[in-house]
């Protein structure tokens, strides 16, 4: 047991034991802004990919699975995520919803059923609009995000990699 609890200190507290790597991985993506900004959308799709598995596996209704998953959301940004720069939670799990909404009309899509008629493709359209919406929006969020970051950073002269959670100073 007292291997396991130091191994968890040192995975999670000593700030030495990543630091080496996730610092030169941060100095790269500081240089590279438009990457770091598509690094940003392929962490807010994953974690909205992520949400519908994980509201596939509960086992109530899609609305009741949506609405634990947003109120969970909306408690992690209250208590854990109002301290960092990037909030995924609540994209994540509004992405989710919207992913969700819009594989009957992407199936319809793909399987050529759309394209019966106008109103069918009208619908399906329709259908998609959520996920359109949430794709333009981690777009803005990313985007935003990185500039205030970048922004930060040009206040701060060497202050890449020592930015932490909120461009304040990491310990």
């Given amino acids: 047991m007292n291997f396991l609890n130091n191994t968890l200190n040192t995975l999670t507290k000593e700030p030495g034991f990543l630091s080496a790597y996730t610092s030169k991985g941060a100095a790269w993506l ?30 109530f209704s899609p609305l009741v699975n949506f609405s634990v998953s947003l109120v969970a959301s909306i408690f992690y940004r209250v208590t854990i995520e109002r301290f960092c720069q990037f909030r995924f939670t609540i ?21 050529g059923v759309a394209f019966g008629s106008l109103g069918l493709i ?5 259908e998609l609009l959520p996920l359109v919406l949430y794709g333009v929006s981690i ?24 930015m932490g959670c909120c461009g304040k100073g990491s310990s």
């Fill in 30 to 59: 500081d240089e590279r802004p438009r990457l770091y900004k598509a690094a940003i959308v392929a962490n807010h799709l994953f974690r909205a990919v992520s949400m519908v598995g994980f509201m596939y596996l509960m086992p």
């Fill in 91 to 111: 994209a994540s799990c509004l992405g989710a919803g919207a992913m969700m909404l819009a594989l009957p009309a992407i199936d319809s899509i793909i399987s």
């Fill in 122 to 126: 009208a619908k399906a359209f329709v």
């Fill in 139 to 162: 777009l803005k969020i990313a985007n935003d995000g990185v500039d205030e970051y970048m922004e930060k950073l040009k206040q701060t002269p060497g202050a890449n990699n020592k």
